[in-house]
């Protein structure tokens, strides 16, 4: 969405539109720490799949 701001915007009337907008919500990635078991090492697993190709 995009907002036009005039010079003669007043203060009150722009808080008005930014507070219309709606907001996205943020992935939060913390609930998801630790969920994945993993049977080898991140780095080995990496590097395997690196050379895979």
Same mark, same amino acid.
């Given at each position: 969405? %995009?907002?036009?701001?005039?010079? $003669?915007?007043?203060?009150?009337? *722009? $808080?008005?539109?930014l507070?219309?907008?709606? !907001? #996205?919500?943020? *992935?939060?990635?913390?609930?998801? !720490?630790?969920? %994945? #078991?993993?049977?080898?090492?991140?780095? #080995?697993?990496?590097? $395997?799949? !690196? $050379?895979?190709?």
């Amino acid at each position: 969405m %995009v907002i036009s701001i005039k010079k $003669n915007m007043t203060k009150e009337k *722009f $808080n008005d539109l930014l507070q219309k907008l709606k !907001r #996205k919500k943020k *992935f939060k990635a913390e609930r998801h !720490r630790g969920k %994945v #078991k993993w049977d080898e090492d991140a780095l #080995k697993y990496q590097r $395997n799949s !690196r $050379n895979e190709w």
